[in-house]
């Protein structure tokens, strides 16, 4: 007679803790004042009960070999298929849980790495930027369209064509050369 914890026994037997505690919720594993299970009696209740399905778990024992007490008699075979069938839906949604959690590991690292560009100030919110552009695009506008009003007088006066397009070329380019995008940044974040 060896008393053991529930871990122990689940050791003992190959099962998992969980499977031990069901088939002592279900009267099929008696347990000891002091909570404990005598292994002996156990193995041969679980061996005897019917009911009990046992679900499979590997677990490496390299220095003896694992005793399974519920192994099937030859009147048992029946028993041993539908083990098969409830390992094979394990293993099936074992595997489905896998990948679904990969996949939210996935988005969750993803996820990390855009708050991290942004943090570091590689990334900026949609708005942000579509105001940014906006701003941006406005000034240059305004400063294109005010050349026309600066320069009318000055090209009334002239009559050589070649000059006028002279003039108008060199006060757009200074018009365009002087937008400076860092300094329009700089205003958008004040």
Not at 61 to 70: H, L, T, Y
Request: net charge negative; charged share 30%.
């Amino acid at each position: 007679m060896a008393l053991m914890g529930y871990r122990e026994y689940s050791r003992h037997a190959g099962v998992t803790l969980r499977a031990v505690q069901k088939a002592i919720e279900a009267g099929h594993i008696k347990v000891t004042a002091e909570k404990k299970i005598d292994s002996d009696q156990a193995d041969r209740d679980w061996r005897d009960s019917d009911t009990v399905s046992r679900p499979v778990v590997s677990i490496a024992q390299p220095e003896k070999q694992r005793v399974s007490p519920a192994a099937p008699s030859s009147g048992e075979s029946g028993r041993s298929d539908a083990a098969d069938g409830a390992e094979t839906e394990s293993d099936a949604s074992t595997s489905e849980y896998r990948s679904h959690r990969a996949e939210r590991e996935k988005y969750s690292a993803l996820t990390q790495k855009l708050e991290y560009e942004q943090l570091v100030g590689k990334l900026i919110e949609v708005d942000e930027a579509k105001r940014i552009a906006f701003t941006t695009f406005r000034s240059i506008r305004d400063s294109v369209l005010n050349v026309p009003a600066r320069l009318k007088d000055q090209l009334a006066a002239l009559a050589d064509p070649y000059q006028c397009e002279r003039i108008m070329e060199a006060a757009l380019s200074a018009a365009l050369a002087g937008i400076d995008v860092s300094k329009l940044l700089q205003d958008q974040d004040e």
